[in-house]
DNA sequence: TCTGGGGTCCTAGGACCC
DNA sequence: TCTGGGGTCCTAGGACCC
Protein backbone atom coordinates (compact mmCIF):
# COMPACT_ATOMS: atom_id res chain seq x y z
CA UNK A 1 0.00 0.00 0.00
CA UNK A 2 3.39 2.19 0.57
CA UNK A 3 3.36 4.49 -2.79
CA UNK A 4 6.65 4.53 -4.60
CA UNK A 5 8.94 7.47 -4.45
CA UNK A 6 6.83 10.64 -5.15
CA UNK A 7 7.31 11.92 -8.56
CA UNK A 8 9.30 15.12 -8.26
CA UNK A 9 6.79 17.45 -9.88
CA UNK A 10 3.79 16.40 -7.98
CA UNK A 11 2.06 18.47 -5.56
CA UNK A 12 -1.07 18.13 -2.92
CA UNK A 13 -4.03 18.83 -3.66
CA UNK A 14 -7.33 19.72 -2.51
CA UNK A 15 -10.21 18.54 -4.51
CA UNK A 16 -13.75 19.15 -4.04
CA UNK A 17 -16.72 16.51 -5.23
CA UNK A 18 -19.78 17.72 -5.56
CA UNK A 19 -22.72 15.56 -6.91
CA UNK A 20 -24.71 17.65 -9.77
CA UNK A 21 -28.76 18.00 -8.69
CA UNK A 22 -28.05 15.27 -6.01
CA UNK A 23 -31.84 14.67 -4.92
CA UNK A 24 -32.94 15.10 -8.26
CA UNK A 25 -30.30 12.88 -10.16
CA UNK A 26 -31.30 10.13 -7.58
CA UNK A 27 -34.94 10.19 -8.14
CA UNK A 28 -34.30 10.20 -12.18
CA UNK A 29 -32.39 7.23 -11.77
CA UNK A 30 -35.56 5.46 -10.65
CA UNK A 31 -37.87 7.38 -11.84
CA UNK A 32 -36.23 7.38 -15.51
CA UNK A 33 -39.01 9.55 -17.34
CA UNK A 34 -38.69 12.58 -15.20
CA UNK A 35 -35.25 13.35 -16.92
CA UNK A 36 -35.66 16.60 -18.78
CA UNK A 37 -38.43 17.44 -17.05
CA UNK A 38 -38.74 20.11 -14.08
CA UNK A 39 -38.07 17.87 -11.15
CA UNK A 40 -38.50 19.49 -7.20
CA UNK A 41 -37.72 17.22 -4.45
CA UNK A 42 -39.13 18.96 -0.98
CA UNK A 43 -40.89 18.53 1.86
CA UNK A 44 -43.52 15.43 1.80
CA UNK A 45 -44.48 16.36 -1.79
CA UNK A 46 -46.97 18.65 -1.12
CA UNK A 47 -46.93 22.53 -1.87
CA UNK A 48 -49.85 23.41 0.56
CA UNK A 49 -47.50 22.65 3.36
CA UNK A 50 -45.03 24.57 5.13
CA UNK A 51 -41.59 23.01 3.84
CA UNK A 52 -38.97 24.31 1.30
CA UNK A 53 -37.15 22.87 -1.53
CA UNK A 54 -34.32 20.67 -0.89
CA UNK A 55 -33.31 20.08 -4.50
CA UNK A 56 -34.44 21.65 -7.75
CA UNK A 57 -33.54 19.80 -11.29
CA UNK A 58 -31.76 21.79 -13.32
CA UNK A 59 -34.72 22.57 -15.65
CA UNK A 60 -36.78 23.60 -12.54
CA UNK A 61 -33.75 26.15 -11.86
CA UNK A 62 -34.78 27.39 -15.45
CA UNK A 63 -37.80 29.09 -13.97
CA UNK A 64 -36.31 30.36 -11.21
CA UNK A 65 -36.70 27.38 -8.83
CA UNK A 66 -33.68 27.16 -5.72
CA UNK A 67 -33.11 25.39 -3.09
CA UNK A 68 -34.25 26.85 0.31
CA UNK A 69 -37.47 28.96 -1.62
CA UNK A 70 -40.95 27.63 -0.13
CA UNK A 71 -42.77 24.85 -1.77
CA UNK A 72 -45.74 27.42 -2.45
CA UNK A 73 -43.87 29.86 -4.19
CA UNK A 74 -41.79 27.18 -6.20
CA UNK A 75 -45.02 25.45 -7.54
CA UNK A 76 -45.74 29.17 -8.32
CA UNK A 77 -42.82 29.65 -10.53
CA UNK A 78 -42.91 26.04 -11.94
CA UNK A 79 -47.06 24.86 -12.13
CA UNK A 80 -45.56 21.86 -14.69
CA UNK A 81 -42.94 20.78 -12.04
CA UNK A 82 -43.39 17.19 -11.01
CA UNK A 83 -43.04 17.34 -7.15
CA UNK A 84 -41.87 14.29 -4.89
CA UNK A 85 -41.00 14.09 -0.85
CA UNK A 86 -37.87 13.85 0.44
CA UNK A 87 -36.58 10.28 0.73
CA UNK A 88 -33.83 10.20 3.30
CA UNK A 89 -32.85 6.26 3.14
CA UNK A 90 -32.10 6.11 -0.73
CA UNK A 91 -30.03 9.51 -0.66
CA UNK A 92 -28.40 7.75 2.57
CA UNK A 93 -27.62 5.20 0.52
CA UNK A 94 -26.82 6.64 -2.97
CA UNK A 95 -24.01 8.99 -0.73
CA UNK A 96 -22.52 5.97 1.20
CA UNK A 97 -21.92 4.06 -2.73
CA UNK A 98 -20.46 7.40 -4.06
CA UNK A 99 -18.01 8.09 -1.03
CA UNK A 100 -16.59 4.53 -1.19
CA UNK A 101 -15.86 5.37 -5.35
CA UNK A 102 -14.12 8.54 -3.89
CA UNK A 103 -11.92 5.82 -0.79
CA UNK A 104 -11.47 4.21 -3.77
CA UNK A 105 -9.14 6.15 -6.24
CA UNK A 106 -5.75 5.77 -5.45
CA UNK A 107 -4.05 7.46 -3.09
CA UNK A 108 -6.96 9.69 -1.97
CA UNK A 109 -7.59 10.95 1.20
CA UNK A 110 -11.76 11.40 1.62
CA UNK A 111 -13.03 13.92 3.59
CA UNK A 112 -17.00 13.59 4.27
CA UNK A 113 -18.57 17.02 4.04
CA UNK A 114 -22.54 15.84 3.36
CA UNK A 115 -24.31 13.97 1.86
CA UNK A 116 -23.15 14.95 -1.93
CA UNK A 117 -19.98 16.50 -1.35
CA UNK A 118 -16.39 15.67 0.01
CA UNK A 119 -12.98 16.77 0.10
CA UNK A 120 -10.60 14.95 -1.90
CA UNK A 121 -6.41 15.16 -0.61
CA UNK A 122 -4.24 13.69 -3.44
CA UNK A 123 -0.59 14.31 -4.34
CA UNK A 124 -0.32 14.23 -7.99
CA UNK A 125 0.95 16.02 -10.84
CA UNK A 126 -2.03 16.55 -12.77
CA UNK A 127 -4.81 17.21 -10.82
CA UNK A 128 -7.18 18.16 -13.76
CA UNK A 129 -7.01 14.13 -14.97
CA UNK A 130 -7.52 12.91 -11.46
CA UNK A 131 -10.21 14.92 -11.16
CA UNK A 132 -11.08 13.83 -14.28
CA UNK A 133 -10.79 10.47 -13.30
CA UNK A 134 -13.01 10.70 -10.20
CA UNK A 135 -15.81 12.24 -12.67
CA UNK A 136 -15.71 8.87 -14.50
CA UNK A 137 -15.24 6.48 -11.63
CA UNK A 138 -18.88 7.78 -9.86
CA UNK A 139 -20.74 8.16 -13.12
CA UNK A 140 -19.39 4.47 -13.72
CA UNK A 141 -20.40 3.39 -10.43
CA UNK A 142 -23.36 4.97 -9.41
CA UNK A 143 -24.92 6.79 -12.89
CA UNK A 144 -24.39 9.90 -11.03
CA UNK A 145 -22.91 13.51 -12.52
CA UNK A 146 -20.75 15.50 -10.12
CA UNK A 147 -18.38 18.70 -10.14
CA UNK A 148 -14.93 18.74 -9.36
CA UNK A 149 -13.48 21.93 -7.79
CA UNK A 150 -9.15 21.63 -7.61
CA UNK A 151 -7.91 24.00 -5.15
CA UNK A 152 -4.38 25.01 -3.32
CA UNK A 153 -6.71 25.48 -0.10
CA UNK A 154 -10.03 24.02 1.14
CA UNK A 155 -11.52 27.25 0.79
CA UNK A 156 -10.54 27.61 -2.80
CA UNK A 157 -11.37 24.14 -4.11
CA UNK A 158 -14.92 24.44 -2.57
CA UNK A 159 -15.37 28.08 -4.00
CA UNK A 160 -14.21 25.94 -7.53
CA UNK A 161 -16.49 23.26 -7.93
CA UNK A 162 -19.37 25.85 -8.47
CA UNK A 163 -17.74 27.42 -11.60
CA UNK A 164 -17.08 23.21 -12.75
CA UNK A 165 -20.70 23.04 -12.57
CA UNK A 166 -22.66 20.94 -14.29
CA UNK A 167 -19.95 18.05 -14.93
CA UNK A 168 -17.21 19.91 -15.11
CA UNK A 169 -13.78 20.82 -13.81
CA UNK A 170 -12.50 24.11 -12.31
CA UNK A 171 -9.11 25.17 -10.87
CA UNK A 172 -8.64 27.75 -8.40
CA UNK A 173 -5.76 28.26 -6.84
CA UNK A 174 -3.72 31.55 -5.37
CA UNK A 175 -2.55 32.25 -9.16
CA UNK A 176 -5.94 32.99 -10.22
CA UNK A 177 -7.54 33.28 -7.18
CA UNK A 178 -8.25 37.28 -7.65
CA UNK A 179 -9.14 37.21 -11.13
CA UNK A 180 -12.15 34.93 -10.46
CA UNK A 181 -12.98 36.22 -7.34
CA UNK A 182 -11.06 39.45 -6.92
CA UNK A 183 -14.78 41.60 -8.07
CA UNK A 184 -17.20 39.34 -6.55
CA UNK A 185 -19.28 40.15 -3.36
CA UNK A 186 -17.95 39.26 -0.04
CA UNK A 187 -20.99 36.70 0.54
CA UNK A 188 -19.76 34.88 -2.38
CA UNK A 189 -17.16 33.31 -0.18
CA UNK A 190 -17.56 29.97 1.93
CA UNK A 191 -17.92 31.02 5.09
CA UNK A 192 -19.75 34.48 4.33
CA UNK A 193 -23.41 35.27 4.66
CA UNK A 194 -25.87 37.79 4.74
CA UNK A 195 -25.09 38.98 7.83
CA UNK A 196 -20.99 39.25 8.00
CA UNK A 197 -21.18 40.49 4.60
CA UNK A 198 -22.93 43.44 5.33
CA UNK A 199 -21.02 43.98 8.74
CA UNK A 200 -18.13 43.69 6.20
CA UNK A 201 -20.06 45.86 3.46
CA UNK A 202 -20.61 48.73 6.47
CA UNK A 203 -16.54 49.15 6.82
CA UNK A 204 -15.90 49.92 2.81
CA UNK A 205 -15.51 45.97 2.30
CA UNK A 206 -17.67 45.02 -0.82
CA UNK A 207 -15.91 42.69 -3.01
CA UNK A 208 -13.35 39.75 -2.00
CA UNK A 209 -10.19 42.40 -3.18
CA UNK A 210 -11.35 44.69 -0.82
CA UNK A 211 -11.55 42.14 2.14
CA UNK A 212 -7.99 40.80 1.00
CA UNK A 213 -6.82 43.94 1.83
CA UNK A 214 -8.65 44.83 4.43
CA UNK A 215 -7.12 46.18 7.95
CA UNK A 216 -6.82 43.27 10.21
CA UNK A 217 -7.11 46.06 13.21
CA UNK A 218 -10.15 47.06 11.90
CA UNK A 219 -11.61 43.35 11.39
CA UNK A 220 -10.14 42.15 15.10
CA UNK A 221 -12.45 45.22 16.49
CA UNK A 222 -15.42 43.96 14.42
CA UNK A 223 -14.97 40.17 14.59
CA UNK A 224 -12.74 39.72 17.53
CA UNK A 225 -9.24 38.26 17.66
CA UNK A 226 -10.53 35.06 16.43
CA UNK A 227 -13.00 35.78 13.44
CA UNK A 228 -11.02 38.98 12.46
CA UNK A 229 -8.48 37.54 10.76
CA UNK A 230 -9.93 34.52 9.63
CA UNK A 231 -12.39 36.51 7.57
CA UNK A 232 -9.25 38.61 6.09
CA UNK A 233 -7.56 35.14 4.98
CA UNK A 234 -11.03 34.11 3.27
CA UNK A 235 -10.82 36.90 1.51
CA UNK A 236 -7.23 35.55 0.13
CA UNK A 237 -8.46 32.32 -0.47
CA UNK A 238 -6.51 31.23 2.67
CA UNK A 239 -7.75 28.26 4.81
CA UNK A 240 -6.60 25.15 5.75
CA UNK A 241 -5.06 22.83 3.28
CA UNK A 242 -5.60 19.41 5.31
CA UNK A 243 -7.92 16.83 4.28
CA UNK A 244 -8.54 14.12 7.26
CA UNK A 245 -10.39 11.31 6.96
CA UNK A 246 -11.34 11.08 10.66
CA UNK A 247 -14.51 9.65 10.62
CA UNK A 248 -17.04 12.56 12.04
CA UNK A 249 -18.91 12.38 15.39
CA UNK A 250 -22.07 13.70 16.15
CA UNK A 251 -22.14 16.43 18.95
CA UNK A 252 -25.86 16.65 19.57
CA UNK A 253 -28.84 15.06 18.04
CA UNK A 254 -32.13 17.13 17.52
CA UNK A 255 -35.33 17.00 16.58
CA UNK A 256 -37.68 20.18 15.40
CA UNK A 257 -41.17 20.19 13.81
CA UNK A 258 -42.72 22.93 12.17
CA UNK A 259 -46.41 22.48 12.43
CA UNK A 260 -48.90 23.00 9.87
CA UNK A 261 -51.28 24.90 12.12
CA UNK A 262 -49.43 26.85 14.87
CA UNK A 263 -49.74 25.20 18.70
CA UNK A 264 -51.29 27.43 20.93
CA UNK A 265 -53.21 24.82 23.68
CA UNK A 266 -50.28 24.47 26.53
CA UNK A 267 -51.32 20.61 26.56
CA UNK A 268 -51.12 19.86 22.98
CA UNK A 269 -47.55 21.75 23.51
CA UNK A 270 -46.59 19.53 26.27
CA UNK A 271 -47.26 16.68 23.86
CA UNK A 272 -45.35 17.84 21.42
CA UNK A 273 -42.33 18.56 22.96
CA UNK A 274 -42.68 14.85 24.81
CA UNK A 275 -42.92 13.25 20.93
CA UNK A 276 -39.32 15.22 20.14
CA UNK A 277 -37.66 14.15 23.58
CA UNK A 278 -38.67 10.91 22.80
CA UNK A 279 -37.10 10.87 19.21
CA UNK A 280 -34.22 12.52 20.25
CA UNK A 281 -33.45 10.06 23.28
CA UNK A 282 -33.77 6.90 20.39
CA UNK A 283 -30.57 9.05 18.68
CA UNK A 284 -28.70 9.86 21.48
CA UNK A 285 -28.97 5.97 22.66
CA UNK A 286 -27.89 4.75 19.47
CA UNK A 287 -24.76 6.84 19.66
CA UNK A 288 -24.55 5.21 23.57
CA UNK A 289 -23.78 9.15 25.14
CA UNK A 290 -25.90 10.71 27.41
CA UNK A 291 -27.38 14.29 27.51
CA UNK A 292 -25.42 16.61 29.41
CA UNK A 293 -27.01 19.66 27.87
CA UNK A 294 -31.11 20.51 26.86
CA UNK A 295 -31.63 23.56 23.68
CA UNK A 296 -35.14 24.12 23.41
CA UNK A 297 -35.90 26.16 19.61
CA UNK A 298 -38.96 27.82 19.69
CA UNK A 299 -40.42 29.71 16.55
CA UNK A 300 -43.19 31.93 17.10
CA UNK A 301 -45.91 33.17 15.29
CA UNK A 302 -45.26 35.46 12.63
CA UNK A 303 -41.80 34.17 12.44
CA UNK A 304 -39.55 34.90 15.68
CA UNK A 305 -37.17 32.39 15.98
CA UNK A 306 -34.89 31.77 19.50
CA UNK A 307 -33.05 29.31 21.34
CA UNK A 308 -32.57 28.16 25.34
CA UNK A 309 -30.27 25.72 26.70
CA UNK A 310 -29.62 24.33 30.09
CA UNK A 311 -27.19 22.04 31.46
CA UNK A 312 -28.04 19.16 33.57
CA UNK A 313 -26.85 18.32 37.21
CA UNK A 314 -26.60 14.51 35.69
CA UNK A 315 -26.39 13.39 32.13
CA UNK A 316 -29.15 10.83 30.87
CA UNK A 317 -31.18 9.20 28.43
CA UNK A 318 -34.39 9.75 30.10
CA UNK A 319 -36.78 11.57 27.58
CA UNK A 320 -39.18 12.69 30.25
CA UNK A 321 -36.08 14.68 32.38
CA UNK A 322 -35.34 16.09 28.75
CA UNK A 323 -38.73 16.94 27.95
CA UNK A 324 -39.36 18.56 30.97
CA UNK A 325 -36.41 20.90 30.88
CA UNK A 326 -37.33 21.89 27.58
CA UNK A 327 -40.41 22.53 29.23
CA UNK A 328 -39.15 24.33 31.25
CA UNK A 329 -37.10 27.08 28.96
CA UNK A 330 -40.02 27.21 27.26
CA UNK A 331 -41.82 28.56 29.85
CA UNK A 332 -39.31 30.95 31.20
CA UNK A 333 -39.89 32.84 27.62
CA UNK A 334 -42.96 34.20 29.16
CA UNK A 335 -44.36 34.66 25.35
CA UNK A 336 -47.85 33.69 24.57
CA UNK A 337 -47.17 33.94 20.89
CA UNK A 338 -48.94 30.90 18.87
CA UNK A 339 -45.76 28.23 18.06
CA UNK A 340 -44.71 27.47 14.52
CA UNK A 341 -41.87 25.27 15.20
CA UNK A 342 -40.53 23.78 18.30
CA UNK A 343 -37.32 21.74 18.52
CA UNK A 344 -35.89 19.68 21.25
CA UNK A 345 -31.75 19.26 21.19
CA UNK A 346 -29.36 17.24 23.47
CA UNK A 347 -25.91 17.67 23.17
CA UNK A 348 -24.51 14.56 24.45
CA UNK A 349 -21.59 13.96 26.70
CA UNK A 350 -18.20 13.42 24.66
CA UNK A 351 -16.91 10.42 23.89
CA UNK A 352 -13.95 8.88 25.69
CA UNK A 353 -10.77 10.99 24.36
CA UNK A 354 -12.76 13.88 23.59
CA UNK A 355 -13.39 14.69 19.64
CA UNK A 356 -10.61 14.23 17.30
CA UNK A 357 -12.34 14.74 13.90
CA UNK A 358 -11.66 17.36 11.71
CA UNK A 359 -14.32 20.49 11.60
CA UNK A 360 -14.25 22.10 8.54
CA UNK A 361 -16.56 25.41 8.03
CA UNK A 362 -18.74 23.29 5.76
CA UNK A 363 -20.22 21.63 8.51
CA UNK A 364 -21.23 24.24 11.18
CA UNK A 365 -19.63 27.60 11.69
CA UNK A 366 -15.81 28.67 10.91
CA UNK A 367 -13.41 26.08 11.88
CA UNK A 368 -12.13 26.11 15.34
CA UNK A 369 -8.79 24.99 13.84
CA UNK A 370 -8.63 27.31 11.12
CA UNK A 371 -9.54 30.76 13.09
CA UNK A 372 -7.84 29.70 16.30
CA UNK A 373 -4.03 30.44 17.21
CA UNK A 374 -3.12 26.13 17.12
CA UNK A 375 -3.21 23.71 15.28
CA UNK A 376 -1.36 25.15 12.40
CA UNK A 377 -2.97 23.41 9.67
CA UNK A 378 -3.89 26.99 7.93
CA UNK A 379 -1.78 27.45 4.67
CA UNK A 380 0.44 30.57 5.40
CA UNK A 381 0.18 32.78 1.74
CA UNK A 382 1.92 32.61 0.00
CA UNK A 383 3.69 29.56 1.29
CA UNK A 384 3.17 26.25 -0.75
CA UNK A 385 -0.54 24.61 0.62
CA UNK A 386 0.30 20.73 2.03
CA UNK A 387 -2.13 18.12 2.58
CA UNK A 388 -1.67 15.95 5.31
CA UNK A 389 -2.35 12.23 4.36
CA UNK A 390 -0.04 10.48 6.87
CA UNK A 391 -1.64 11.87 9.86
CA UNK A 392 -4.92 9.83 8.74
CA UNK A 393 -5.72 7.25 10.11
CA UNK A 394 -5.97 3.97 9.12
CA UNK A 395 -9.70 4.35 6.68
CA UNK A 396 -12.64 2.23 8.49
CA UNK A 397 -15.00 1.83 5.78
C1' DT B 1 -43.03 34.85 -1.44
C1' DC B 2 -42.91 33.35 3.13
C1' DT B 3 -39.62 31.15 4.90
C1' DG B 4 -37.50 22.97 6.76
C1' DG B 5 -34.66 20.19 9.42
C1' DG B 6 -30.18 18.64 10.62
C1' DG B 7 -26.04 20.23 12.38
C1' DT B 8 -21.55 23.16 14.37
C1' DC B 9 -18.92 27.00 16.15
C1' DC B 10 -17.91 31.89 18.03
C1' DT B 11 -18.39 35.92 21.20
C1' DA B 12 -19.73 38.38 25.21
C1' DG B 13 -20.47 38.74 29.80
C1' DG B 14 -21.68 37.22 34.53
C1' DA B 15 -20.59 34.22 38.51
C1' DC B 16 -17.33 32.20 41.13
C1' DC B 17 -12.78 30.75 42.75
C1' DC B 18 -7.88 31.43 43.69
C1' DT C 1 -10.04 49.37 52.76
C1' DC C 2 -9.95 48.78 48.22
C1' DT C 3 -8.28 46.31 44.83
C1' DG C 4 -5.45 43.04 40.90
C1' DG C 5 -5.69 39.43 37.39
C1' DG C 6 -6.32 34.68 35.72
C1' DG C 7 -9.05 30.68 34.99
C1' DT C 8 -13.30 28.05 34.47
C1' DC C 9 -18.06 27.31 33.97
C1' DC C 10 -22.35 28.76 32.36
C1' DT C 11 -26.02 31.16 29.65
C1' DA C 12 -27.62 34.11 25.93
C1' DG C 13 -27.45 35.07 21.45
C1' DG C 14 -25.61 35.21 16.75
C1' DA C 15 -23.94 33.18 12.52
C1' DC C 16 -23.07 29.78 8.99
C1' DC C 17 -23.48 25.46 6.16
C1' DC C 18 -25.82 21.39 3.70
Not at 262 to 288: F, K, S, Y
Not at 357 to 370: C, K, N, Q, Y
Request: a negative charge; glycine letters at 10%; proline letters at 8%.
Amino acid sequence: MAPASPVAAAAPWVLHVDLDQFLAAVEILRHPELAGVPLIVGGRGDPTERAVVSTASYEAREFGVRSGMPLKVAVRRCPQAVLLPVDFPVYEEASARVMEVLRGMPGAVVEVLGWDEAFVGVTTDDPVAFAQSIRSAVLEATDLHCSVGIGDTKVRAKIATDFGKPRGVFVLTRDNWFEVMGDRPTIALWGVGSKISQRLAAHGYRTVRDLAQADDATLVAEFGPSMGPHYGRLGRGVSSATVDDTPWVARAHGREMTYQTNLVDPDEIATAVRTLAAQVVEDIRREGRPCQRVFLKVRFAPFFTTNRVRKLGEPTFDAEVIATTALELLAALQDERPIRLLGVRAEMVPPEGGYVDPRTTGRGGPSARAAGTGGGTEAQDPTSPHVTEAQAPASPE
